[in-house]
């Protein structure tokens, strides 16, 4: 199939690649406009553009999917299907109209499960044991089409939201590929979301990456987990902010420091330990404002915390 795939994080570039390798003929993307980034505010591509680019693809950057000189040229390409992964846009329906197959949607999540801006953040934040990938057909309503394919992804005790993220970038790749195949030669056909097991996940904010100790441990630490690396988890110590990377993996109660309080501190040699609602957690490491992270222990032996230290 000719094919004009719309992306533009670095997600949804092994979904680029995996298409230019298969037997579809990739003709040009779609991508967000060159973003300022880095100290320098420099003008950068998007991570799909660089690869497009070393491909000699046609890049088309619209400020709006609704340009008219965006819709004339897809018009004009006249692609069979466009696959979308992480585009960072709405698409409007006179755009919608313009492949034969329609816009088929990547989405990491097994829908109707987690429809919406943030889908593996909210999964680790739920807890959940199981997510995956999805392809369907994009329509008006936000993530609510026919579903084509899917895939399942475990959610590792360990995993914050960008690991588990590059994994099912990785697996959710395969499975678009294999949905243009199934669109191509007809075995496959859209099948309707059900009405039942449908939940939201909306952008995740600043405020709510900040971490709240008042919960039990196991909560603290998927919360923790689900905002890392974006937005990123703070609290906040002596009215400073400081940024909390993933905790340790011991989440047991450290002799001495079972009673601690919601966010009081226990500083040991190598080893920083918080109270929460239920039993302490240890730091890892943490980002004190205008530095890079660091390793708890030597944070806490810099700013010498004193007895009964609280973080929030």
Known sequence: MRLVLAG?????????RALLASRHDVVAVVTRPDA????????????????ALEHGLEV???????????????RAIAPDCCPVVAYGALLPRVALDVPRYGWVNLHF????????????????????????????????????GPVLGSV??????????????????????????????????????PVPQPAEGVSHAPKLTTEEAQVRWDLPA?????????VTPDPGAWTTFRGA???????????????????????????AKRTVHVGTASAPVVLGEVRPPGKRAMNAADWARGVRVEADERLG
């Not at 533009?8 to 680029?16: F, Y």
């Not at 088309?60 to 897809?74: A, F």
């Not at 959940?128 to 369907?136: I, N, Y």
């Open 60 to 74: 088309l950057t619209p400020d709006r999917p609704r340009d008219p000189e965006l819709l004339d040229r897809l």
């Open 152 to 189: 399942t992804e475990p959610v590792r005790a360990d995993d914050t939201a960008g690991r588990l993220l590059a994994r099912l970038a990785d697996v959710g790749a395969g499975l678009l590929v294999t949905t243009m195949d199934g669109l191509e030669d007809g075995s496959l056909q």
């Open 8 to 16: 533009t994080p670095d997600t949804a570039v092994p979904s680029l």
């Open 109 to 144: 999540s097994l829908l109707p499960a987690w429809r919406g801006a943030a889908p593996v953040q909210r999964a680790v934040m739920a807890g959940d044991e199981v997510t995956g990938a999805s392809t369907f057909v994009i329509e008006e309503g936000l993530d609510t």
């Open 36 to 51: 300022r980034a880095g100290r320098g505010r420099t003008l950068t591509p998007s991570p799909v553009k660089e690869v």
């Open 218 to 226: 196991h909560v603290v630490d998927r919360r923790v987990r689900g």
């Open 241 to 267: 902010r400081l940024g909390i990377g993933p905790l340790g993996a011991d989440l047991s109660p450290p002799e001495g420091a079972a009673d601690l309080a919601p966010g009081e501190l226990s500083v």
